[in-house]
């Protein structure tokens, strides 16, 4: 059942600290997001699941989160519809941790902190290849010009033409798959796995891309 929308007009939630506030209700990237009052996306939960119930939790950035799409749209809400669909005693909760532009420190310090309390049987990281931020990490480019690519990736991210909407991304990532761009997540997996940096050391350049 889609997530009802509360009436009257709802505040544009732009910014990381506008979506990780508790019991926020608003509009984020064209979809209606709620938080409940631990601070993560879905309804609330008791910490201590019911008897019978199989608590997953999964942790993770934007991705997990769901941003752009609707509550019911992000994986972990559909991978709770799948498991509960067959018919059966076992019943199981799936909560999203998720929360955009978090790394791979801040996505366990916020399971730590949040998600351990309610008592997971089951925890589950959803992992991207820009999680692992830290001394090994590299970036592909400099700040400007992977935003200038961000905004290229979304261009008709609020297109009216669904085709556009559609078609557009998934262009994109065929492109940089093929021929990398600075910029593109491709480029930075790239980077970040064949250019090693020994601690105490200068770059070790195993491979690169220009």
């Known amino acids: ?11 544009e939630l732009r910014t990381l600290w506008d979506i990780a506030m508790p019991n926020v209700h608003g509009i984020s990237r064209g979809h209606f997001y709620r938080a409940n009052s631990a601070g993560f996306r ?16 999964i942790a993770g950035d ?4 769901g941003a752009g799409v609707t509550e019911e749209g992000a994986y ?4 709770e519809a799948m498991l509960n669909a067959p018919h ?15 790394n ?7 399971l730590e902190t949040i998600g351990l309390r309610f008592r997971p049987d089951l925890v589950a990281y959803g992992f991207t290849v820009n999680d692992i931020e830290s001394p090994a990490y590299r970036a592909s480019t400099d700040l400007p010009t992977y935003m200038a690519h961000r905004q290229l990736y979304y261009r008709f991210r609020d297109s009216s033409s669904f085709l556009l909407r559609v078609v557009w991304p998934r262009l994109m990532s065929v492109s940089d798959t093929l021929l990398p761009r ?8 790239i980077k970040t796995t064949f250019t090693i940096r020994p601690r105490g050391q200068s770059s070790l350049q195993v491979s690169t891309v220009s």
Do not use: H, K, W
């Open 42 to 57: 879905r309804p609330e939960y008791s910490e201590t699941p019911r008897p019978g119930v199989f608590r997953i939790v």
């Open 76 to 79: 972990p809400a559909r991978v």
């Open 1 to 11: 059942m889609p997530t009802a929308v509360p009436p009257g007009d709802l505040p």
């Open 88 to 102: 059966g005693d076992a019943r199981y909760e799936v909560l999203n941790l998720g929360l955009s532009g978090l």
């Open 62 to 65: 934007s991705v997990t989160m």
């Open 182 to 189: 600075p910029g593109s997540t491709c480029t930075t997996s």
């Open 104 to 110: 791979i420190r801040y996505v366990v310090q916020r």
